[in-house]
């Protein structure tokens, strides 16, 4: 089974390279997600619950088109709290709670850019063959304290069956939506098909959902993970 097609963003404005990623997902009442939700987006659920993802992973290659990546600046992790969503033109995508990434310049033109809840954060990953370890403590805005502490153990490739209607619900999502200056406003994002595999949580330590926000989850993530993709995001629009 495949993932629908991405959107061809014939004009980018950035280009990234989302490597080593993990996707984590528990389930929540759609209620609820709805609630945090800003006006024009609906919930978007799956098996009727809507889902809330946590995903660490390693940026690499970020740069603006005909500009050469700057090594410190084109290089460094980043970890969203997001969920998924439809707008009033049913058009599905992704609405971030938080993003956590260790470059203050990135987060700076992020939130300015964007307006997208950026924060700086103390961040590492590590790979270790199929071992990817994944550090996130918060450093501005706000306090420290929230986190993320995560060991995952990547596994064989989905196959068949395995890349079902809910691996594609949870990971082919091309469309971000924010709000700038009081209107909602979508990007896009091409990148080939996920290569998914199945993942095994060693240790997860984290209060990023309930520093957005949310409940604690009830019980253990389900999880994939990729390798990564090339990724061109193109302007916002309406």
């Known amino acids: 089974m495949r993932a629908p097609p991405p959107p061809r963003v014939a004009r980018p404005v950035m280009r990234h390279q989302w490597n080593w990623i ?10 609820l997600v709805q609630s945090m939700l800003p006006p024009g987006l609906t919930v978007d659920t799956f098996d009727g619950s809507a889902w809330i993802g946590l995903t660490p992973f390693l940026m690499e290659g970020v740069r603006a088109p005909g500009v050469p990546a700057v090594p410190w600046l084109s290089r460094f992790p980043e970890t969203n709290v997001r969920t998924y969503v439809r707008d009033q033109r049913n058009r599905a995508g992704i609405w971030f709670l938080s993003l956590d990434a260790a470059r203050l310049p990135a987060v700076l033109a992020a939130r300015a850019g964007y307006s997208l809840p950026y924060f700086w954060s103390d961040m590492t ?64 994002a091409e990148h080939p098909e996920w290569p998914l595999h199945h993942a095994e949580l060693l240790r997860l330590d984290q209060n990023l959902l309930s520093s957005a926000g949310l409940p604690p989850p009830d019980g253990h993530p389900l999880l994939h993970a990729s390798p990564g993709v090339p990724v061109r995001v193109g302007m916002w629009h309406r």
């Open 125 to 188: 990953v590590r790979r270790t063959g199929e071992r990817v370890d994944y550090r996130c403590t918060r450093r501005w805005p706000t306090p420290s304290g929230p986190h993320c502490d995560a060991e995952v153990r990547l596994g064989p490739p989905l196959t068949g069956t395995e890349l079902d209607d809910r691996a594609h619900f949870l990971t082919a999502r091309y469309r971000l939506f924010s709000v700038i200056l009081g209107r909602l406003v979508a990007a896009e």
């Open 22 to 31: 993990t996707f984590m997902h528990w389930r929540y009442p759609p209620a």
